[in-house]
């Protein structure tokens, strides 16, 4: 069975662009959450979404968005970027929202900004 | 508001012999909790978790936590390391409905030969 899928697995971006990144859950999870991981430090949470709706949403200034499509995949966006911004960004399924639904993560998308 | 300490920033051991990483956590009420590994470019994978059941937890490749409350402690041991546990291991906690995993700072695992 296919995991998590993230893509792409690197960018490199300059200061002020855009940039979406993907990710596909596993075959049945309904909840996706994002996570930024600073080099040296844990993972962060940005963001989880079920059925399509925001469930909750981390410290992390309007310039992050995301959204969750019907077949349950979903994009992150980040607008004008920042050279803080340059992390691993990873994307996490589960089946649902409740505390004991462990999250599977995908290998994520290594993200630079110049 | 929940928080999640690892006791140690880097720990070193010999092969084969047991390996100890420390978890303490804070928190009005029990929340389930996870340890987690990340090698080296990879996402992080369960290693095991504790929702309030035994709390003594088994998880893949020998490893095992105690769940202590008394001490608000879950700690990582493993009987004895091989070289591929080296990586990085993340004590994770989750008390509420949003999915919102609280990491700790994360402890890397040498192994030495």
């Known amino acids: 069975d296919a995991g998590v899928t993230q893509s792409p697995t690197h960018l490199i971006k300059t200061r002020g662009q855009h940039v979406t990144l993907r990710c596909s859950p596993i075959?049945?999870?309904?909840?996706v959450s994002w996570y930024q991981q600073v080099l040296g430090q844990g993972p962060q949470f940005i963001f989880q979404?079920?059925?399509?709706?925001?469930?909750g949403r981390g410290n992390f200034p309007d310039r992050f968005s995301a959204r969750q499509f019907p077949n349950y995949s979903s994009e992150l966006n980040v607008n004008a970027l920042l050279l803080g911004d340059s992390a691993l960004y990873l994307c996490?399924?589960?089946?649902?929202?409740?505390?004991?639904?462990?999250?599977?993560f995908g290998n994520g998308t290594r993200l630079t900004v110049t | 508001a929940q928080s999640v300490t690892q006791l140690d920033s880097h720990v070193s051991v010999s092969e084969g012999t047991p390996v100890l990483l420390r978890c303490n956590y804070s928190?009005?009420?029990?929340?389930?909790l996870f340890w987690y590994v990340q090698h080296p470019n990879k996402g992080l994978q369960l290693l095991l978790k504790?929702?309030?059941?035994?709390?003594l937890v088994k998880g893949i490749n020998g490893f095992e936590a105690e769940f202590k409350k008394s001490e608000t402690s879950f700690h990582l041991t493993k009987p004895s390391a091989h070289m591929s546990d080296a990586a990085e291991y993340f004590c994770?906690?989750?008390?509420?409905?949003?999915?919102?995993?609280?990491f700790g700072q994360g402890t890397t695992l040498q192994v030495k030969p």
């Open positions: 996490a399924s589960s089946f649902s929202t409740g505390s004991n639904s462990p999250l599977h």
């Open positions: 075959s049945g999870h309904k909840s």
């Open positions: 979404y079920y059925e399509k709706e925001e469930r």
């Open positions: 928190s009005s009420y029990s929340p389930s």
């Open positions: 504790y929702t309030s059941a035994a709390t």
């Open positions: 994770v906690a989750n008390s509420g409905n949003t999915g919102k995993l609280i």
